[in-house]
């Protein structure tokens, strides 16, 4: 059978190499994993540290950081209403904790020894119930029901993997959970409910209520399993799973769960190491890419219909251990090397212009500065004056302002934004000098200068 692709489209990405736009530091050791908020707006980071933060993904601002578990934090993953944020830890324990308040309700401890993985998946009342996978060390796999109006973690199934867990994953229908460990093959686990499904969520009490039953085991890779990923269904088609692991290469499969056959339709290859994450990113255009994280220290973007590698993200110095799909063409990467950054796959409408040299005096431009909306840029100068210019990117020429001198001498060597909107300025005689970005006309600065001296 065909790969079930969408009919060839343009290519989206432009050429050129991937730029990351932000980089988030905090972390005091490496980052085990990460996942963002359904709205894309929050990025949550577990890490060896013990602890878990949470970042504003566009603005990089620290929303909290949480430190409850007593050892490293394994994965992380928001619950689909995105107002909970469930972990897992070496510590053996699972905890959940409500985002806007950064405090921890609620706690599963059926584990034993390391939890290495997490999922979530929504059930029919998801503003109230969702359902949590775990899977550890201990090869058990538990899925729990959380209550979101009285708190409450209720463990509905457990069964024993006969190897280490290492990564799991419901399918959106809640019908299958998909398991990988440590003994090589993708196992496929029917999530049967006595209560029947979609139900009253509220019913699903106990152990007894949910089973999960072995339905497909799929063969195919020389290592153990790290990462799995579910494609976008076509109507009509079978399901497309993306599976990795520690033998370097990715495997597209096809499989008919209702029927239990699959076939693995195409393996990719490019990494050097483990790939530890995968994530499935769906353009306008009707294209899928694969995005992947590996112990190679780079992330690569993929064709899932040809198999051919279209970017190599490099710049981490660590393990890179989970990547995220943001946005379209942009993706999150978190790393052993303490990080967490923000990629951009392509730069449409890329527009070259050419600031002019404010005087002969100033020799080179040393450090620049944009606004958040894009629309001004600001330029420190390495001149005797310390001259910096400011200019306005949304007006033909540029609209070109020097910036009131305040008597430092030697060269800018940093900007950034200060209170209100002004600009600092370190400069090379020790002085952090402070500019406003609205500058006097020079007739009423000549006449405050007059006052001064009269004064």
Request: aromatic share 8%; hydrophobic share 40%.
């Amino acid at each position: 059978m065909a790969m079930p692709v969408p009919q060839e489209q343009p290519w989206p990405l432009v050429s050129g190499p991937p730029m990351y736009s932000r980089k988030f530091q905090g972390h005091k050791r490496g980052i085990y994993h990460g996942a963002l908020s359904p709205d894309r707006s929050l990025l949550a980071t577990a890490s060896k540290d013990n602890t878990i933060w949470l970042w504003g993904r566009e603005t990089g601002l620290v929303h909290g950081v949480l430190s409850d578990h007593t050892e490293p934090v394994r994965a992380v993953a928001f619950s689909p209403c995105g107002r909970f944020l469930v972990s897992c830890s070496n510590d053996s324990q699972c905890l959940l904790f409500d985002v806007d308040k950064l405090a921890r309700i609620g706690a599963m401890e059926r584990h034993r020894g390391v939890v290495y993985c997490l999922a979530v998946v929504a059930t029919s009342d998801e503003n109230d119930f969702f359902l949590v996978a775990t899977g550890g060390k201990d090869s058990m796999i538990y899925v729990s029901l959380v209550n979101t109006q009285d708190l409450s973690w209720q463990v509905v199934a457990s069964k024993s993997h006969g190897s280490a867990v290492r990564v799991v994953k419901f399918t959106k229908d809640a019908q299958y959970l998909i398991v990988g460990g440590d003994d090589t093959s993708c196992h496929v686990y029917k999530i049967k409910y006595s209560t029947g499904w979609p139900s009253d969520s509220a019913s699903l009490i106990s152990d007894d209520r949910v089973e999960l039953v072995p339905h497909l085991e799929l063969f195919g890779h020389a290592g153990f399993l790290r990462a799995l990923a579910i494609a976008p269904r076509v109507i009509g088609k079978p399901a497309i799973l993306i599976t990795s692991g520690t033998d370097s290469v990715i495997k597209a499969w096809e499989v008919d769960f209702e029927n239990c056959t699959y076939q693995c339709v195409r393996t990719l290859e490019g990494h050097s190491d483990w790939v530890n994450d995968i994530d499935i990113m769906e353009t306008a255009g009707g294209r899928w890419l694969l995005v992947t994280a590996s112990d190679d220290f780079t992330s690569k973007v993929f064709d899932l219909k040809t198999g051919q590698v279209l970017r190599t993200l490099t710049g981490h110095t660590g393990w890179v251990r989970a990547v995220m799909v943001a946005a379209e063409n942009c993706i999150v990467t978190v790393s052993r090397d303490t990080t967490a950054r923000v990629w951009h796959l392509a730069h449409k409408n890329v527009v070259v212009r050419s600031v002019p040299q404010p005087e002969p005096s100033c020799v080179r431009a040393n450090s620049v500065l944009f606004s958040d909306d894009g629309t001004t840029l600001v330029v420190g100068h390495k001149d005797a004056a310390s001259t910096v210019m400011q200019y306005s990117l949304t007006a033909p020429d540029l609209a070109p302002a020097r910036l009131p001198d305040a008597g430092s001498q030697g060269g800018v060597y940093s900007l950034g934004w200060g209170p209100n909107g002004c600009v600092l300025a370190a400069c090379k005689d020790a002085k952090l000098v402070e500019y406003s970005t609205s500058p006097a006309p020079a007739a009423a600065s000549t006449q405050r200068q007059q006052q001064q001296q009269q004064q």
